[in-house]
């Protein structure tokens, strides 16, 4: 009699512990890093562009170094260039060649670190005129 109430207690515990487990999010939800987040924004960027190229990262802008809440909005900064691929390409985007003197331009807005949003709001301008290096190599002389 006493090994069916221990039983019987066991599983209880173990239907409570299930309903938990359901409950409570799971580790794989952690919340997502400042780059994951950017790289999340850069996809959405190229499902919603009417471009017939991906973009992929180019350059990201300093990340914040605060840890809040996930859901809290973050600004971001960053450059994203135009690749070879078609946005009908169906390879991932990491594996997309950058275009020679492809478009390149300059997004800012904000993006969570929570993985369950999928909410942007990203602005992404073509940046102007062609990119140049100047050196500036002198004597200065007294």
């Known amino acids: 009699m006493e090994t069916q109430g221990a039983s019987l207690a066991l599983a209880r515990w173990s239907l409570w512990l299930l309903l938990l487990g359901l409950v409570l999010p799971s580790a794989s939800a952690q919340a997502l890093s400042?780059?994951?987040?950017?790289l999340r924004a850069v996809d959405q960027f190229n499902k919603r562009s009417s471009e017939a190229n991906l973009y992929r990262l180019l350059?990201?802008?300093a990340t914040p170094n605060d840890e809040v809440d996930p859901g809290t909005r973050k600004p971001v900064s960053f450059t994203v260039k135009e690749t070879v691929c078609p946005k009908t390409a169906q390879?991932?985007?990491e594996q997309c060649d950058f275009k020679e003197n492809g478009l390149v331009k300059q997004c800012v807005g904000t993006v969570t670190l929570d993985p369950s949003n999928d909410q942007f709001d990203i602005?992404?301008?073509e940046v102007s005129g062609p990119f140049w290096t100047v050196v500036f190599l002198g004597v200065l002389s007294m």
């Open 34 to 38: 400042y780059r994951e987040a950017v």
């Open 59 to 61: 350059e990201l802008d």
């Open 91 to 93: 390879q991932p985007l």
């Open 123 to 125: 602005n992404c301008n």
